[in-house]
């Protein structure tokens, strides 16, 4: 079973629904692939990705600056505050959060007053963003002279792929609102609304650690990040940077893959398949929003992410970027839920 992949300019025309069936269908593997991004998106990637090696190997007191504990750290950045399967917390990988506001309304950077007021107690997606901002003193300032455009940066590569999910969203609203139900909580123009409107959207900027600085009852299994669904409606990903940072930090790598790499389980048969996702591709998968929505019509896609032993005794990390295009807080996706109550009691079971 093969990953379905279009071009990027497919999606100025109109894709047959054979191809949506295939990608998102009952049968499929819930995700789609983008192929042939240009070069200003790929120049994009690479200063981002490079930038998250940079971020993690900031010194404790300015990453501590970064944080923000009413937000249960996701908001700025967060390390070993998420629990793996096991109850461990995860010390594998760093993460630095935004709040993808700005894509709505450029001066934005969270939810706009009225939401924070109604909803005061979501700290996790009310909270504005934390960019470098806090950091006055001058030592720690010349720490960041290699991330000064970081908030530049992350913003115009986070809308370039929003614009396109957007498109991807337009494409798929009429094949979901064709299969779901009246009693369902998706109305068409549903996906493409709050993909363009969403006050919540997320992106994830990752950096998993080397296995050589991991020791080794943190790491279980070969698993560099468990498996989990996102609950998101529709999850866009980066291709995996790999970064040997026994070498200068800016040293990128290409995705090799005797490395590592997504795994994602199929839903038909359990089994895991490897997902390669080439440097100038995308992949747009299903989050359990959605499936919450469509009352299990469209299932999330259950994922983690592998590592060979090969890499255990080598000191190069991956980065990788994710945004989690998400409904908004006072939208209903369940009998007894809004997007606020959901995520909150998940987010409450892995924190």
């Keep these: 079973m093969k990953p379905i992949s279009i071009n990027l300019d497919e999606l100025d025309s109109t894709i047959d629904d054979k191809i949506l069936e295939q990608a998102f269908g009952e049968k499929s593997l819930g995700l789609i692939i983008i192929n042939q991004m240009p070069k200003d998106y790929l120049s994009l990637r690479d200063k981002v990705l490079k930038s998250s090696s940079i971020l993690a190997n900031l010194s404790d007191d300015i990453l ?27 010390l594998l990988k760093g993460s630095f959060y935004i709040n993808c506001s700005f894509f709505k309304d450029s001066k934005l950077e969270g939810p706009n007053l009225s939401d924070i007021e109604s909803f005061s107690e979501f700290k996790s997606y009310t909270i504005k963003n934390q960019w470098f901002d806090s950091i006055k003193n001058k030592e720690q300032i010349k720490q960041l002279e290699e991330l000064k455009d970081f908030q530049k940066d992350c913003k115009a590569l986070i809308n370039y792929i929003l614009q396109i ?17 009246k009693e369902d909580y998706y109305s068409k123009g549903y996906l493409p609304y709050i993909v363009k409107n969403s006050t919540t959207t997320k992106a994830r900027l990752l950096h998993y650690f080397p296995l050589k600085s991991i020791k080794q009852n943190d790491f279980d299994d070969n698993l560099w990040c468990g498996e989990h669904v996102d609950h998101s409606c529709l999850t866009a990903l980066t291709s995996a940077m790999f970064v040997d940072e026994s070498e200068a930090i800016s ?7 005797d490395f590592s790499g997504l795994y994602i ?44 032993k090969s890499m255990k005794n080598l000191n190069i ?10 409904p908004n807080l006072d939208d209903k996706i369940n009998k007894s839920e809004n997007f606020a109550q959901y995520s909150l009691r998940i987010l409450k079971e892995n924190h």
């Design 64 to 90: 501590k600056l970064l944080e923000i504990k009413e937000s249960i750290y996701l908001v700025g950045w967060s390390l070993g505050k998420e629990k793996l399967e096991n109850g461990n917390f995860d």
């Design 165 to 181: 999910g957007l498109k991807l969203s337009e494409k798929l609203d009429s094949y979901i609102w064709s299969h779901v139900n």
């Design 251 to 257: 040293n990128g790598l290409e995705n090799d893959k």
């Design 265 to 308: 389980q199929i839903s038909t048969n359990k089994e895991k398949l490897r997902i390669d996702i080439p440097r100038d591709s995308l992949v747009f998968q299903i989050g359990s929003s959605l499936q919450e929505i469509s009352c299990n019509k469209f299932n999330a896609v259950r994922h983690c992410v592998r590592t060979s």
């Design 317 to 326: 990390a991956r980065n990788t970027l994710a945004i989690f295009m998400q």
